[in-house]
């Protein structure tokens, strides 16, 4: 695809649901990453994959979060029994690879709100 | 801890006037650093980069400048327009090897205005 696409757009759930994001890299971008935004905040780093595996897990912010990623594109990230700190802007982002300075490019963003 | 902050969180600027934007910066090995601009409800957009060898950058109507003395990291801004309304971010790697450069720490962000 053109560029990184991240759905749903919005996703509004009840605490203590699970809630599976999904994220679409750009074709060919071999890193990938996920990132949390509270409202007016910065980005703060969750997990990032180089292909299929995940050698830094360490922003993750509870063992409710998870993240898989599958034949080195689609990556979904998990998070289960959801509480409402865990409302906020989920940002995805694909880079090329992790050799060299090239940018990390950025999807839209999943919007969740725990009611 | 490590930590990249913002001078400023808000900044209105007169369309057609350059703006600057500045950020601090507290991690002495960090050797790239970005600018992102994110508009409402979209992701952040990258605007221009720059690696620790270099002083200064130009892209189209923005220029960084990076002083490594006082760990300090700047983007302007010029000719601003309407569409230069957004909050800027900026971001340095803060990766460990072997990897290097595979993960950023962003500051809190700018939000930039721009008056017609």
């Known amino acids: 695809g053109a560029g990184v696409s991240q759905s749903p757009s919005n996703k509004v759930t009840e605490k203590g649901k699970d809630v599976e994001l999904r994220c679409d890299p750009i074709s060919g971008h071999t890193a990938l990453y996920w990132y949390r935004q509270s409202l007016g905040q910065g980005l703060e780093f969750l997990i990032y994959f180089q292909g299929n595996s995940a050698p830094d897990k360490s922003g993750l912010p509870s063992d409710r979060f998870s993240a898989e990623r599958t034949g080195g594109s689609v990556s979904t990230l998990t998070i289960q029994r959801t509480q409402q700190e865990d409302s906020a802007v989920y940002l995805c982002?694909?880079?090329?690879?992790?050799?060299?300075?090239?940018?990390?490019?950025f999807g839209p963003g999943t919007r969740l709100t725990v009611l | 801890g490590e930590s990249v902050g913002l001078h400023l969180p808000t900044l209105s600027v007169q369309e057609g006037d350059n703006s600057i934007i500045n950020c601090a910066y507290s991690n002495s090995a960090s050797d790239y650093f970005i600018w992102y601009k994110q508009e409402s409800g979209k992701g952040p957009q990258f605007i221009i980069d720059?690696?620790?060898?270099?002083d200064k950058r130009q892209g189209q109507r923005v220029t960084v400048l990076l002083n490594k003395t006082v760990k300090h990291l700047s983007l302007q801004i010029a000719a601003t327009q309407p569409g230069d309304s957004a909050v800027y971010f900026c971001a340095e790697n803060s990766g460990d090897p072997p990897f290097g450069n595979e993960k950023l720490t962003f500051g809190t962000g700018t939000r930039l205005t721009i008056i017609p």
């Open positions: 720059i690696r620790s060898n270099m």
């Open positions: 982002a694909s880079r090329l690879s992790l050799l060299g300075a090239d940018t990390q490019y």
